[in-house]
């Protein structure tokens, strides 16, 4: 099965790949590697705004992770020319934008890789970092940088 069938039977439709919003650049490749900047969670083409633990919920930054994960796959997909030439995703780094007392990062961030696993299969598995910060551009909940190897 492609991976393009796989979304298709998921019913995700990768959106454009948006400009970046300063100083650089959406991806770099170096040999097989390929870094893809931050995302960040976005609802209704606005950033997703909010705190973890203060004013958003464990399951609703799930939910604003997976959505980051579909818009990391369209920038994969432009960085690699096609999704199936991806042989590995190596890494996640996730922020989420937390108050002092919340400690659930690693769940929030569990809704981008499983659904990283759920299209790539085996090699969807990935190294991963989930941290809490303070505040993160635009307010946003959440935001992913991923690394991946292609062919």
Same mark, same amino acid.
């Given at each position: 099965?492609?991976?393009?069938?796989?979304?298709?039977?998921?019913?995700?439709?990768?959106?454009?790949?948006?400009?970046?919003?300063?100083?650089?650049? *959406?991806?770099? *490749?170096?040999?097989?590697?390929?870094?893809?900047?931050?995302?960040?969670?976005?609802?209704? +083409?606005?950033?997703?705004? =909010?705190?973890?633990?203060?004013?958003?919920?464990?399951?609703? +930054?799930?939910?604003?992770? *997976?959505?980051?994960?579909?818009?990391?796959?369209?920038?994969? /997909?432009?960085?690699?020319?096609?999704?199936?030439?991806?042989?590995?995703?190596?890494?996640?780094? =996730?922020? #989420?934008?937390?108050?002092?007392?919340?400690?659930?990062?690693?769940?929030?961030?569990?809704?981008?890789? /499983?659904?990283? #696993?759920?299209?790539? =299969?085996?090699? =969807?598995?990935?190294?991963?970092?989930?941290?809490?910060?303070? /505040?993160?551009?635009? +307010?946003?909940? #959440?935001?992913?940088?991923?690394?991946?190897?292609?062919?």
């Amino acid at each position: 099965m492609t991976i393009e069938s796989k979304l298709k039977e998921l019913a995700i439709t990768l959106p454009p790949v948006g400009a970046p919003a300063a100083a650089y650049v *959406r991806f770099v *490749r170096t040999g097989n590697l390929v870094f893809l900047s931050g995302h960040i969670a976005r609802r209704d +083409g606005k950033p997703w705004a =909010g705190k973890l633990g203060v004013d958003i919920t464990t399951e609703e +930054g799930k939910a604003a992770a *997976r959505a980051i994960a579909v818009d990391l796959m369209a920038t994969l /997909q432009a960085a690699a020319g096609e999704l199936d030439r991806v042989k590995r995703i190596v890494k996640l780094l =996730g922020l #989420v934008n937390s108050g002092p007392a919340f400690t659930e990062h690693h769940l929030v961030i569990d809704g981008a890789s /499983q659904l990283l #696993v759920e299209v790539f =299969g085996d090699i =969807g598995k990935h190294a991963r970092s989930a941290f809490g910060v303070a /505040q993160i551009p635009l +307010g946003a909940c #959440v935001e992913i940088e991923l690394i991946a190897e292609i062919e």
